[in-house]
Structures are given as C-alpha cells and as structure tokens.
C-alpha cells in the first residue's frame, strides 16, 4: 500500500514540475533570443530560428522552428534539386 501511495504523489507532483520547468525553458529561449536579436527590445522569428538552427542543444526544434526559405528552394529541394520553368512567380514563406 505504501509503494501506491507513493506513486499517487510522484504522480500530482510531476505535472506541476513539468509545466514550471517548461516555462522556465520558453523564457530562457526568449531571453537568449533577446540578447541576440538584431533590434533592442524586439525578437523575430528569424531571430529565434537562428538560435534554434545553431545552437546544438536545440537541434530537437529544427523542424518545429526551421529558417525561413523561399518557395522555390523548398520545392527544388523536394524534387532532387532540379527546377521547373514556372517558377519565376515564388514568394517567400512566412
């Protein structure tokens, strides 16, 4: 009985510790992103991405927080690098 006792606590205990330790990382990724950004007081999301895209302990949100391309490498990096001729009209993705 005593070890279902403790699993319940470890159990109401963690949810909170996760959503704290979660919010600590999201305002440690701002704060950084801030001191790096190339305007005071603001942050991109080119500012962000760049973080993301260099630093290796966030390599897990390269997919989540790519750089920005536009659509035509996107789409001659899909199709094996080669291009159409249609393409001329590409616009950047945001």
């Known amino acids: 009985m005593a070890d279902k006792e403790k699993t319940e606590k470890a159990a ?3 949810l909170p510790l996760s959503r704290i330790k979660t ?8 704060v950084e992103t801030l001191k790096r950004s190339r305007e005071e ?4 999301y080119k ?8 630093d290796d302990n966030l390599e897990f949100l ?3 927080i790519p750089r920005k391309i536009l659509a035509k490498e996107y789409l001659s990096q899909i199709n094996g690098g080669g291009s159409s ?3 001329d009209d590409v616009v950047v993705l945001d």
Do not use: G
């Open 12 to 14: 109401q205990i963690s």
């Open 23 to 30: 919010e600590l990382f999201v305002q440690d990724l701002a």
């Open 41 to 44: 007081n603001k942050v991109d």
């Open 47 to 54: 500012d962000l991405a760049e973080i993301v895209n260099t």
């Open 62 to 64: 390269h997919d989540i």
């Open 85 to 87: 001729d249609d393409d």
